[in-house]
């Protein structure tokens, strides 16, 4: 790189089909990184607005049938998709994954840094849950049959692929082990952000509990509905996805769904809600820090991200086992009179955009500068 010239930066993501936590921080990276275009597997613009506007590059299979909507249907294309963009203009490749995306293939004068979400769920961690619970319908029988031989090729892709990555970051403690087991790798911890602004102090008119999730079996919204259900207590769930009958078909009269609302209705579920339940063993959980932005307390499961952003007895308290049981024992010892929103707003402002912002920057100025030296010494 010429002495002067900024840096050359490309970011990368698994998929721009959906809003989710990986989708703010590609935001998030565009915004530290404005000039820097987006590479993905597939995108749908009416599905994410925001990045219509922007320089997003996409792959092969952007025009195939399905993969706009069923992008879990083509991983060993996605791993070809990944591996055919080439990244040779570019000093900086930061690539946001939680799947394929840090399969790119960087020449050695390109530092390639990966955003990690989590090692790929399916793969590793969770490969029994979803083989259990495969989400595909009436297709679940046939891909459950085909997952033991697919994923054990895959395994050693994505264990390759990481291998390519020369500096990873976690975005949680917990993620941080997961890479260190599944990929051998160290990492350097820095936390996705919320956009805390957006969300006000809610007003003392609390009226139940909300879960903001997506419906699918790993977030264990189950819980939620039937622990209230059970309670007789209101419960609004904001969200849609395959779960979203099985769970109505379980629900009182005091469960609400809401379906897949927009940023305003979500932001005031969040403000109206007595408390905020987090039921999934989350990579981290960016839902639990903006109802905690709205002046929400939390009431999570005691394992996973959320431990690292939930302050037990002040921005929130957790329930032990992922049981209904467990919840239902948590709800009924909650006290709502017991939390500040004033402290716990001023908590959730730790994670904004502003803070990630400034050290992602400068953890990519840091290792491209390493980075740099090493391959002068070489």
């Not at 990184?33 to 996409?58: C, G, H, M, W």
């Not at 395994?155 to 051998?184: E, P």
Request: charged share 20%; aromatic share 12%; net charge positive.
């Amino acid at each position: 790189m010429a002495k002067g010239r900024k840096p050359r930066v490309a970011i990368v993501h698994d998929w721009l089909t959906n809003q989710g936590g990986g989708e703010r921080v590609v935001w998030a990276l565009h915004q530290a990184f404005p000039e820097a275009p987006i590479y993905t597997s597939v995108f749908n613009p009416e599905s994410l607005p925001q990045f219509a506007n922007l320089d997003v590059r996409t792959s092969f299979l952007q025009h195939w049938p399905l993969a706009k909507t069923k992008h879990q249907l083509f991983p060993t294309q996605r791993t070809l998709a990944f591996e055919s963009f080439d990244f040779s203009a570019y000093d900086v490749v930061i690539s946001s994954s939680s799947a394929e995306a840090k399969g790119v293939i960087t020449k050695p004068n390109t530092l390639h840094i990966c955003y990690c979400h989590t090692p790929t769920r399916y793969y590793w961690s969770d490969y029994a849950q979803y083989r259990r619970s495969t989400g595909f319908g009436i297709l679940s029988p046939l891909v459950r049959l085909a997952m033991p031989r697919l994923v054990e090729r895959m395994r050693i892709w994505d264990f390759a692929a990481a291998q390519r990555v020369d500096s990873f970051i976690a975005n949680s403690q917990y993620v941080q082990q997961r890479i260190a087991k599944y990929y051998r790798c160290p990492s350097t911890v820095i936390n996705p952000p919320i956009q805390a602004e957006r969300f006000k102090l809610g007003t003392n008119l609390r009226n139940g509990f909300v879960v903001v999730s997506r419906l699918i079996p790993y977030k264990r919204v189950d819980l939620a509905v039937r622990a209230c259900t059970e309670l007789n207590l209101p419960l609004t769930v904001v969200g849609d996805g395959s779960e979203m009958d099985s769970l109505k078909a379980m629900a009182s009269p005091t469960v609400k769904f809401l379906g897949r609302a927009g940023d305003t209705e979500t932001e005031q579920a969040y403000a109206s809600a007595t408390a905020f339940i987090f039921p999934a063993d989350e990579d981290f959980g960016l839902t639990p820090l903006e109802a905690m932005a709205a002046g929400t307390p939390v009431i999570a499961y005691g394992k996973g991200g959320a431990t690292e952003t939930v302050v037990d007895g002040t921005t929130g308290t957790f329930f032990a086992e992922q049981t209904v049981a467990s919840l239902k024992a948590a709800l009924q010892a909650f006290d709502p009179k017991a939390y500040d929103p004033a402290k716990i707003r001023v908590h959730a402002k730790q994670f904004d955009e502003a803070v990630f912002i400034k050290k992602i920057q400068k953890f990519v100025a840091d290792n491209l500068k390493e980075y740099q030296k090493k391959l002068k010494s070489d």
